[in-house]
């Protein structure tokens, strides 16, 4: 669930930020969430970092914890750029069983 998309992502971010978003695309998700974790310790406003903690815990399997990083993604959205927030929108319906509204939110992706 969620999967990995990467966009939005603007420079500056922490070294550890990066490198859990290196572990995010090479798939190894359970290697991301504590590199998150670190990056939010540095940052606890980086949307981007609690977004791609969302997806990781969705594809581990973890829907309580996906779902509580979305909340906290959704609480700092103003710091998401690009189409980072509809994909926000989207895994936080899909995680919720809101099919239609991630239908919704994906199809406004692709506008």
């Known amino acids: 669930m ?6 939005g992502v603007t420079g500056g971010h922490s070294y550890l930020g990066t490198a859990a978003l290196d572990f ?3 798939w190894r998700d359970r290697e991301a969430i504590p590199a998150y ?3 939010l310790k540095l940052d606890p406003d980086f949307a981007l970092a609690w977004l791609e903690l969302g997806m990781s815990y969705g594809n581990v ?6 779902l509580f990083a979305y909340r906290e ?3 700092r959205s103003n710091r998401l ?4 927030r509809i994909i926000l ?3 936080f319906a899909e995680m919720s069983g809101d099919l239609a ?6 199809d406004h992706l692709l506008e």
């Open 81 to 84: 750029v690009g189409p980072s």
């Open 73 to 75: 993604a959704k609480k």
């Open 89 to 91: 929108d989207a895994s």
């Open 101 to 106: 509204g991630a239908l919704r939110a994906y």
């Open 2 to 7: 969620g999967g990995h998309n990467h966009v």
């Open 24 to 26: 995010n695309l090479a």
């Open 37 to 39: 974790w670190e990056a």
């Open 61 to 66: 399997g973890k829907p309580d914890s996906a």
